[in-house]
């Protein structure tokens, strides 16, 4: 055996399995979900855009009038409206991120059997993981978008940092189709998917997202705080009432191990699925 035969032997068990894993073509597999939700699903991502935006008129100004001003977690008074708003905006990513990781990827799982073919091909669990979870983190950052303009329109944005709220919301974003595609592979019937409405709507109403965390009792404001839609609305909020401080970095770093945990327990899950 000449020496080159012996490298090829060498590098053939570690090469297979990483080639197994990523083929490095995740583009195909978001290109190929936009082009079939553009064409089928347009109306559903219109209804979710202007969802976040009637909840903001309804509530930021027609019970802001009641309200008044309030205080946000850093102490600093705001009208009620601005801060609504980006509690709404980090609720905005975090529905179109959690919609296309979810319900869109359970029917392709179980009905349309896309991964199998998919995986039949060159592709590797890492890219069709991350190819669903861009297409998820864009359908976010179109809803993020959306009702950033809004607010800006609305006079919402209270400080020139909210030009970071859009990567901030892009993490929420992310964070939440990772481990939502991993959590739907464990999904067998429509009913059990009923779970995740279940999870969503109390961690909407309870994150702080109408009222300041200091309502709660202090036992039930620790629960809070550790629900990733909290961490979401304080990294915005702060973001665009210009309350910026070291402290913001927990929430990155939060949403950072989110998104790390997220890809290892959908590329796993896939590859259980359909390739062992």
């Known amino acids: 055996m000449t020496a080159t035969d012996e490298l090829l032997t060498a590098e053939t068990p570690r090469s297979r399995p990483l080639r197994a894993l990523y083929a490095g073509n995740a583009r195909s597999v978001m290109h190929r979900g936009w082009s079939a939700t553009r064409s089928t699903n347009w109306l559903v991502i219109v ?10 008129l309804s509530l930021g100004f027609g019970f802001g009038n009641l309200v008044g001003d309030v205080q946000t977690s850093s102490g600093q008074t705001v009208p009620y409206a601005a801060f609504v708003a980006p509690a709404l905006l980090a609720t905005a ?3 179109g991120a959690v919609y296309d990781s979810t319900w869109n990827v359970f ?5 349309a059997k896309l991964y ?15 190819g669903e979870i861009l297409l ?3 359908r976010g950052a179109l809803y993020a978008l959306g009702f950033m303009l809004v607010m800006q329109a609305l006079g919402l944005n209270l400080s020139w940092w909210a030009l970071l709220a859009l990567p901030a919301v892009l993490l929420i974003a992310f964070g939440f189709a990772s481990f939502g595609m991993g959590i739907t592979s464990y999904m067998k019937t429509f009913q059990q998917m009923d779970w995740i409405n279940f999870i969503l709507l109390p961690m909407f109403l309870l994150s702080a997202t109408f009222y300041p965390i200091t309502v ?3 036992p039930l404001q620790v629960v809070i705080k550790a629900l990733p839609l909290w961490q979401g609305v304080e990294l915005v ?22 998104i790390v945990l997220g890809l290892i327990l959908t590329t796993r899950r896939l ?3 359909f390739l062992d």
């Open 271 to 273: 590859r259980a699925l």
């Open 237 to 258: 909020r702060g973001l665009t009432t210009g309350q910026v401080d070291v402290g913001m970095l927990w929430h990155v770093l939060y949403f950072a191990v989110m």
């Open 216 to 218: 709660y009792p202090e």
């Open 136 to 138: 998820a983190l864009l």
């Open 116 to 130: 199998e073919g998919m995986l039949a091909t060159s592709l590797g669990p890492l890219d069709v993981a991350l």
């Open 93 to 95: 990513a975090m529905n």
């Open 107 to 111: 029917f392709k799982m179980h009905f």
């Open 47 to 56: 209804s979710g855009f202007f969802e976040p935006i009637f909840y903001l």
